[in-house]
């Protein structure tokens, strides 16, 4: 048996209006080199600028990696030619990056584990190459978009870890709003380090690295694949040889070049660039603003509300449902009427209408107005999840069709005396199956009886009640 040793280098392009220093605009498009500055051209003379939008989103998501943050900026020019990088050297951290020596909690399957970031450091990214038989085509829009890094310790020991690190930490860049990490944009990849080592040995084995895997089904693919491939090498006594390996459509990866010696980068401090202090007060401001993250809301509504685990994480996976749920509970709602209402009919209605919550017509305010009047006893659960349908389809405040409608519940027992007596004059045989044959499920069909005639307004509880009250009177 052999122990799996995975470490992750995550790339995450950070979501700003321009590049990381030059002022072309940061957006996705298909249309190549439409965004380039001079500077990503790297043109004779180039100054670059720092952008503080991206050293900020950087230095939030370190904080809620829970690392240790830098007395101030610095950048670093790291040294290598390559054809998608035009100016020989790329701008970026080494000396004191963003973040240091955190942690990211994942849950994988009942299990909790800690995953150790080495560190988090802001660069570049560089351009991208399209190759074709004979020739490459450069698009040069890609060049210069701030980029994060996060390298995780080799603490990882399988698929299903790495895959939901991953998921988790595009969860973090989601709740810190720094990145919308599309994978289908490119906007976030990885490499992956493997390698595997005798059980109980401290040494570790050689290392193969994947690189630029963009789709989590590929990480898992590819590390499933080399644990089968290293395997079978070692159980023949062979050596597994150091180099870097692509996964490629067949699920499997393939040699691409062998690493013996790591590449001497000559790293020096970026001259154009001056070191910038951050204060304690301009740390503080951005920490302020680091969400709670999933796995923490988990625990909170799993031991403050009481929620069972599935309902927890169901409204802890997604911010922004998460908040809305918060929100509704902090205007004073019924938590278990909040947990069904948003549950059921807020995802089943974003589902079926193909839209995100922000453009969701149903607001905290009104949901809470509903919740409330059910909590009440004006309205049944049933109706004010029909209401609630009827108020996306007309864009409505449900509140005002309540009252336009005259729908809250009937508690009144005369009132409601009135419609089951009614009923059971109008259907004698049913009646005649409960007194003479014994037949409880005659109940329910009188229940329906009084829905209908209440236009559904009726308590079904305090209905229900009464029925059997008025049947027990015709049995004796």
Do not use: W
């Not at 304690?280 to 969400?291: A, H, M, N, S, W």
């Amino acid at each position: 048996m052999y122990k799996v040793v995975i470490g992750l280098e995550v790339h995450c392009e950070v979501q700003t209006n321009s590049k990381n220093f030059s002022s072309a605009p940061n957006e996705f498009t298909m249309t190549p080199n439409i965004h380039v500055a001079p500077v990503d051209l790297g043109l004779p003379g180039i100054l670059p600028v720092v952008n503080e939008e991206a050293c900020r989103k950087a230095l939030k998501t370190a904080m809620a990696l829970h690392c240790e943050n830098p007395d101030e900026i610095i950048f670093d020019r790291k040294n290598y030619f390559y054809p998608d990088l035009p100016k020989g050297y790329q701008i970026t951290q080494v000396t004191k990056p963003m973040g240091r020596n955190g942690y990211l909690d994942i849950k994988v399957g009942e299990k909790e584990k800690r995953v150790y970031i080495h560190q988090l450091h802001l660069e570049e990214d560089t351009a991208s190459l399209d190759h074709y038989s004979n020739y490459s085509l450069i698009d040069y829009n890609r060049s210069g978009i701030p980029l994060m890094e996060i390298v995780t310790e080799p603490c990882i020991s399988s698929a299903e870890e790495a895959v939901t690190f991953l998921e988790d930490l595009r969860d973090v860049f989601l709740f810190c709003e720094v990145s919308e990490a599309r994978s289908n944009k490119g906007q976030m990849r990885c490499d992956v380090n493997i390698s595997l080592t005798e059980e109980g040995s401290d040494k570790l084995g050689t290392k193969v690295e994947m690189k630029n895997i963009n789709a989590f089904n590929s990480v898992k693919a590819a590390i499933e694949y080399e644990i089968k491939r290293q395997s079978e090498l070692l159980d023949r006594g062979e050596k597994v040889i150091q180099e870097t390996r692509r996964i490629d459509e067949d699920g499997k990866t393939y040699s691409m070049r062998e690493k013996v010696d790591a590449v001497d980068y000559k790293y020096y401090v970026e001259p154009n660039l001056p070191p910038v202090k951050l204060t304690k007060e301009y740390l503080d401001g951005i920490r302020q603003t680091v969400p709670m993250l999933k796995l923490d809301r988990l625990h909170r509504y799993i031991n403050e509300f009481h929620l069972s685990e599935y309902d927890a994480t169901v409204l802890s996976k997604n911010k922004d449902i998460a908040d809305y749920f918060e929100n509704i509970l902090l205007l004073g709602s019924d938590i278990e009427l909040t947990v069904n209402f948003v549950t059921t009919s807020v995802l089943s209605s974003l589902k079926k209408l193909e839209i995100d919550l922000k453009d969701f017509f149903i607001t905290e305010e009104m949901l809470s107005g509903v919740i409330d009047l059910v909590h009440q006893g004006k309205i049944s659960l049933d109706h004010g999840k029909k209401i609630l349908y009827q108020a996306l389809e007309k864009k409505k405040d449900p509140r005002d069709i309540i009252k336009e409608s005259h729908l809250e519940q009937i508690n009144d027992e005369e009132k409601l005396l009135t419609y089951i007596t009614e009923a059971l004059e109008e259907n004698p045989e049913q009646v005649r199956q409960y007194v003479e044959e014994g037949k409880d499920y005659v109940i329910n069909y009188f229940i329906g009886k009084v829905m209908q005639k209440s236009n559904r307004q009726a308590n079904p509880n305090i209905t229900l009640e009464l029925i059997k009250k008025e049947l027990e009177k015709r049995r004796k």
